[in-house]
């Protein structure tokens, strides 16, 4: 026998927001977020972005997430005030894009950061000795400066990230290589120029992509109602409210001391 009423879930639209700097705590969330959307069976995902970027891993494992989920669910993705960099990367992971007008977006490329901090040391009076198993054990040391062969080994390093990044959205946006490289040099745009240039099928709101995504699947937009998977905050969080900012998320110093020497695809001026 066929129930003849679809489960709650199939009626609703899932919702997922990504906001901030992108790292390994959001990944972790995401990547729980999307395997209930998954579980529940609901038939198509809002997917909010508001990010600048950050971590090429866990930007490229939202991403392959998004892909495979896309596969049983319609995915669109509505880029908020900035969605650049990273959060271009993720958005390549849904079939249709939508961006506010004004929306900043871009900044397609990779960025590596090291402090050299050798001639304050040397003003203060302190110095390293470092044994290592090779030239390179060390590389991005901050208490000297690059040698010639380690900047070509780094650059050789982001070159490589750099393909990654242009490749996928080439792939992602029916668009030639050449194309994608022609505007992926890390210069920003807004969400107008992302349409001329392909990045984004649509301007709108977020209201508007949902109502797409309603669309999409044969719901009711003006009836469809939406379902936000959010990340289940401490026991604390939720009896003082004051600490809600804490535990939503590292701060900027946090993310800049963490990821020190790490490849990004980020946005920050």
């Not at 508001?50 to 989920?69: C, F, H, M, N, W």
């Not at 937009?221 to 600490?243: A, M, Q, W």
């Amino acid at each position: 026998m066929v129930w003849p009423f679809k489960p709650r879930f199939r009626k609703q639209i899932a919702r997922i927001e990504i906001t901030g700097a992108i790292a390994s705590n959001t990944r972790k969330r995401v990547l729980e977020a999307l395997e209930t959307v998954e579980e529940k069976k609901f038939p198509a995902l809002l997917l909010r972005i508001d990010s600048p970027g950050g971590t090429v891993g866990d930007s490229q494992e939202i991403y392959s997430a998004l892909k495979r989920l896309g596969e049983k669910v319609k995915i669109v993705a509505s880029f908020g005030n900035i969605s650049a960099s990273g959060g271009v990367y993720i958005g390549m992971g849904a079939e249709h894009i939508m961006a506010n007008p004004g929306t900043i977006t871009g900044s397609i490329g990779v960025i590596l950061r090291g402090n050299n901090l050798e001639r304050l040391l040397q003003k203060i009076g302190v110095s390293f000795k470092v044994i290592k198993s090779g030239p390179y054990k060390d590389i991005l040391a901050f208490d000297r400066e690059l040698t010639e062969p380690e900047q070509n080994i780094l650059q050789e390093l982001i070159d490589t990230s750099y393909q990654q990044f242009v490749q996928t959205v080439a792939e992602a946006r029916n668009l030639a290589v050449e194309t994608v490289r022609s505007f992926a040099d890390g210069r920003i745009f807004t969400g107008q120029q992302a349409l001329e240039l392909g990045i984004v099928d649509r301007l709108g709101t977020e209201e508007d992509a949902r109502r797409w995504a309603a669309e999409l699947v044969g719901l009711d937009p003006e009836k469809t109602p939406v379902f936000t998977l959010e990340e289940r905050k401490p026991l604390l969080s939720r009896l003082l409210p004051g600490n809600s900012q804490a535990a939503s998320g590292i701060s900027w110093l946090e993310f800049e001391m963490s990821t020190s020497g790490l490849p990004l695809w980020l946005y920050r001026p």
